[in-house]
């Protein structure tokens, strides 16, 4: 069978790309790469792009368009014309004259010779060609690549970070010693954690290293990549990398430690052999680092819209990156909870499919997993992906809080669980990672529906301070309005649209505020400006409250398209099996108020089993249950209700 043609790459004139920098005002190689980088939301420019493509080496057509953007012209506009130069020869027709039989018998035998020398010159000239192209293209069409000027057989290594990468100091000195304890190497280090890239000459020099191993980071603002290089006087590759949460660098020596495992073997493979299998492309990790960040406020639909597109730009530069996989299943997953979209559901599957074949063992190809499966409600099958997990301390936070998250949901579904499970998950997860907003939300909701209000405010606050969410503030503010406080209350919410005026709470519980004060045509319009921000979404009561406030100003017939909405979705939740029985008692008062309070079609049974459970029900739902009790005359339920929801939020002794 014939080997599949390997992928070529394409190349860039110099004069096209220095042309098209004039005509876009660029001055500058370095300009041109930040532009890119600003363009694309990346952490740092693409300098080893833009440095090769100038040199007119072979690049992905990807790449290539990349630059060819940022220009503002046609990737083809740039490409490399080898017959660019004109030739400047006089026409054959104009010196011909015809010959005699015999003179072109003659020519031809003469000709002989020159034309063997041509065709052997050409054939030289071709292979030689693609010599070159395939030196240059080393790195799109090789399978191995070759470390030139390091001779494994003397394995004289080194190792050295730049001193602006202070924050990798306990990955350095582990790599440090393991390397120095290995026999099979030897090994220089350096005296110093310092080192600048303009003494790295003088490193090889001084240590008489050939192979020199540096580490580096792209910190992100939640997350940050750990890249390893692997150098000589000839080539710097970049060899290996991990995706970690950048506050576990700071204090998780287990973190730092496995880090320092995983590069170690790395460096002794190349060490050995003197070649490296496969390299990491570094653009992609740009990308990969701006997505995950980006999907840190997964409650911003553009966001997580957003951070899709990072993964796949990603996955277009490394079809082998498994957490652009992962990374666009959880978004995925995020935009079908949000907008409720069986759709995404499935591609989200796909992807998370795709990180599971690419690396079974990969950390946030099982986080992945847990979360997609989460947002389904599926809390069975999230916490046997994470009982299959292989407990790495990279992930081990996330984890606490995923399951902190299906122990709360099953309390909040009725189902008898270990309370103090959610208590313990929720509190390690915040020690190992302490901008995990979740877990801060899980606790302090928990309090809140045990009655310990203030315990509940304490956590959400402090978590608002750490993690910076919105959603915390956002419930800062619910408590404060919980207790009555709507002047506080009011103040938390300008303030989160002041700081967050894409996001929808703000908007939505200022509406709140004042609806509480029985304003409502203000309440209304910050309702409806809360729904504008997430069009698209299943959470039913965005579109309940607004239903309900119109039946409050006797506007029913404007208000039921609303309600309408809010009992599809809550249908539709059913059907799937996720429908709490908070979500089944609000909808039986959306179709009560949608009937005009007609009383003969209540559900009883419903009502009997919400009252039975009444301490798993949302706060809302237990005034909407005191609200159907009370149009069906039992009235002493009713109040045992409403006086259930005020004894942990006074604000409904005003509803």
């Known amino acids: 069978m014939n080997e599949p043609k390997r992928k070529r790459g394409v190349k860039a004139s110099r004069e096209k790309l220095e042309k098209a920098m004039l005509a876009k005002g660029i001055e500058s190689q370095i300009q041109l790469a930040r532009l890119i980088s600003q363009d694309e939301g990346l952490?740092?420019?693409?300098?080893?792009?833009?440095?090769?493509?100038?040199?007119?080496?072979?690049?992905?057509?990807?790449?290539?368009?990349?630059?060819?953007?940022?220009?503002?012209?046609?990737?083809?506009?740039?490409?490399?014309?080898?017959?660019?130069?004109?030739?400047?020869?006089?026409?054959?027709?104009?010196?011909?004259?015809?010959?005699?039989?015999?003179?072109?018998?003659?020519?031809?035998?003469?000709?002989?010779?020159?034309?063997?020398?041509?065709?052997?010159?050409?054939?030289?000239?071709?292979?030689?060609g693609l010599f070159q192209e395939g030196q240059e293209e080393e790195q799109l069409t090789s399978s191995t690549y070759r470390l030139y000027g390091y001779d494994p057989k003397l394995k004289n290594v080194g190792l050295y970070m730049a001193e602006e990468f202070s924050v990798l100091s306990l990955i350095f000195e582990e790599i440090r010693k393991k390397l120095s304890a290995s026999p099979l190497l030897n090994f220089s280090q350096t005296k110093s954690l310092s080192m600048?890239?303009?003494?790295?000459?003088?490193?090889?020099?001084?240590?008489?290293?050939?192979?020199?191993?540096?580490?580096?980071?792209?910190?992100?603002?939640?997350?940050?990549?750990?890249?390893?290089?692997?150098?000589?006087?000839?080539?710097?590759?970049?060899?290996?990398?991990?995706?970690?949460?950048?506050?576990?660098?700071?204090?998780?020596?287990?973190?730092?430690?496995?880090?320092?495992?995983?590069?170690?073997?790395?460096?002794?493979?190349?060490?050995?052999?003197?070649?490296?299998?496969e390299l990491v492309n570094v653009d992609a990790l740009n990308y990969l680092l701006s997505g995950f960040d980006l999907l840190f406020d997964h409650t911003d639909n553009a966001a997580i819209l957003s951070a899709q597109s990072r993964f796949q730009n990603a996955i277009s530069l490394d079809s082998k990156l498994v957490e652009a996989y992962a990374g666009l299943c959880i978004g995925l997953s995020y935009e079908s909870y949000m907008n409720n979209a069986a759709v995404s559901f499935e591609q989200a599957y796909k992807y998370c499919e795709l990180a599971k074949e690419l690396d079974p063992e990969n950390e946030f190809a099982e986080l992945a997993f847990a979360i997609y499966y989460i947002n389904k409600a599926d809390t069975d099958a999230a916490e046997n992906t994470l009982l299959h997990n292989q407990g790495s301390p990279i992930s081990a936070a996330d984890e606490f809080s995923l399951k902190a998250q299906i122990t709360f949901q099953r309390f909040q579904d009725g189902q008898e669980v270990n309370e103090v499970d959610i208590i313990e998950s929720a509190l390690k997860s915040i020690k190992g990672a302490s901008e995990l907003w979740r877990s801060y939300n899980v606790l302090g909701q928990y309090y809140l529906s045990k009655g310990e209000t203030n315990k509940s405010l304490l956590i959400l606050e402090q978590g608002a301070e750490e993690s910076k969410h919105p959603v915390l503030l956002g419930n800062v503010g619910s408590l404060q309005l919980c207790q009555g406080n709507l002047a506080s209350a009011e103040a938390t919410y300008r303030q989160l649209i002041a700081q967050k005026p894409e996001h929808y709470i703000g908007y939505e519980m200022l509406g709140s505020v004042y609806y509480y004060q029985r304003e409502y045509e203000p309440a209304l319009d910050y309702r409806k400006q809360a729904l504008e921000k997430l069009p698209k979404t299943n959470i039913h009561q965005l579109w309940g409250v607004i239903g309900l406030i119109y039946a409050k100003l006797n506007e029913l017939e404007v208000g039921k398209p609303y309600l309408l909405k809010a009992i599809q979705l809550i249908d539709q939740d059913e059907s799937m099996q996720i429908a709490a029985l908070s979500d089944l008692i609000s909808r039986e008062y959306y179709e009560f108020v949608m009937s005009g309070s007609a009383t003969e079609h209540l559900d009883q049974d419903l009502i009997n089993r919400a009252f039975k459970d009444i301490n798993s029900l949302q706060l809302s739902s237990i005034m909407h249950l005191s609200e159907l009790m009370k149009a069906s005359s039992r009235l002493e339920e009713s109040r045992i209700a409403k006086q259930t929801a005020a004894s942990i939020c006074p604000i409904y002794n005003r509803a």
């Open 196 to 277: 600048s890239n303009n003494s790295v000459k003088e490193y090889f020099d001084h240590t008489q290293s050939s192979l020199l191993f540096r580490i580096e980071v792209m910190q992100g603002k939640r997350y940050s990549i750990i890249l390893l290089y692997a150098q000589t006087e000839q080539v710097n590759y970049p060899v290996a990398f991990q995706l970690v949460r950048s506050s576990l660098l700071a204090n998780n020596q287990q973190v730092n430690n496995l880090i320092a495992e995983q590069f170690s073997k790395q460096l002794h493979k190349a060490s050995q052999y003197g070649e490296i299998n």
């Open 43 to 128: 952490h740092r420019p693409p300098k080893e792009l833009i440095s090769k493509v100038f040199r007119e080496q072979s690049v992905s057509h990807t790449n290539l368009a990349r630059v060819a953007k940022a220009l503002g012209v046609e990737s083809h506009t740039l490409y490399m014309n080898s017959q660019s130069t004109p030739i400047n020869a006089t026409p054959l027709a104009s010196n011909f004259k015809p010959r005699s039989v015999d003179s072109l018998a003659e020519l031809k035998q003469r000709s002989r010779p020159i034309l063997a020398i041509m065709v052997v010159s050409l054939l030289v000239i071709l292979l030689f």
